[in-house]
Structure formats: structure tokens, C-alpha cells
């Protein structure tokens, strides 16, 4: 398949997928279209943009040589989570993409799609987190903690 020069709704998009657009505010119609992203997301949905989120994170310097990612993986997941918002702003949720758009501009799909990604992965990793932290609480020095809130009740 051959991709032509992006149109300036594409170009956006893209920019309010990795949150370059984020803002506090979102109006009612940029409201319901969360909601709507958040309502028809699946298990899989969700899981497509914790593998995507995941690929990104590690490209930062600090992880990069703990990660196995390849290119062609993270490639991959990026062409998933472009067809995972396609749908979701084309089928699933396009009534409310359409009429954020209408009265709200383009630019609230920026803060309607970084509320999902975040209520995406803030479901899906609260587990992973959850042992994560159980294993840094081992380690931690009890009688220093101890010494500064007191004996914790048994």
C-alpha cells in the first residue's frame, strides 16, 4: 500500500496520540468522546496500547539497553495502535469524534485521547505495579522508616 502526503487531520491526529496537543481542558463534546473511547474499549484495545506505550518508553536513554524491542516490533505495535484510534474515531465512536470536532475544533482530540491512553495503561499496569512495588517495599530499611513515622500498628 502506498501512503501519499499526510492530510492536515492526519498530521493532527498523529500529534494528539503522543499527547502534543494535551491540554487541561475539554469541553462536552470532547467529554463524551472519552467516554465513548472508554466505554468501547476491549481488553485487547487496552492491551494494544499498553505493548505501544511500552515500545516508546523504551527509546529513552535511560532503558534502552534493557530493551529487546526491535524496530519491526515497535513498528508494529504503532500500525496496531493507529488502527486501534481509525476505528474508534471512524466507527466505534464516530458520532461523538464528529461532533467534538464540529463544535470543539480538532485539537480536542488531543485532550479526549490522552485521558484514554492514561485510563488505559493506569488499568492495565495497576497489577504489574501493584508486585512491583511489594518487591521495592522488601527492600526497604524498616527501622529508618521507623525512626521518622513511628511504629506502624500491627
Not at 511489594?134 to 500498628?153: C, H, I, N, T, Y
Request: net charge positive.
Amino acid at each position: 500500500m502506498a501512503f501519499g502526503r499526510p492530510t492536515r487531520t492526519c498530521v493532527l491526529l498523529c500529534f494528539a496520540l503522543v499527547g502534543a496537543q494535551r491540554s487541561a481542558w475539554s469541553g462536552p463534546y470532547g467529554e463524551a468522546l472519552n467516554k465513548c473511547f472508554v466505554k468501547s474499549a476491549t481488553a485487547a484495545d487496552k492491551t494494544v496500547l499498553v505493548q505501544w506505550m511500552f515500545t516508546l518508553y523504551a527509546l529513552h536513554p535511560d532503558v534502552e539497553a534493557w530493551s529487546k524491542v526491535t524496530p519491526e516490533q515497535r513498528s508494529a505495535r504503532s500500525k496496531d495502535t493507529a488502527l486501534l484510534f481509525q476505528r474508534l474515531l471512524t466507527e466505534t465512536c464516530r458520532k461523538e469524534a464528529r461532533e467534538a470536532i464540529h463544535h470543539e475544533g480538532l485539537a480536542t482530540l488531543g485532550p479526549s485521547i490522552s485521558l484514554f491512553v492514561d485510563a488505559a495503561a493506569r488499568e492495565s499496569l495497576t497489577q504489574a505495579m501493584a508486585a512491583g512495588a511489594g518487591e521495592m517495599a522488601g527492600s526497604l530499611d524498616q527501622k529508618k522508616l521507623e525512626e521518622v513515622f513511628g511504629r506502624s500498628p500491627q
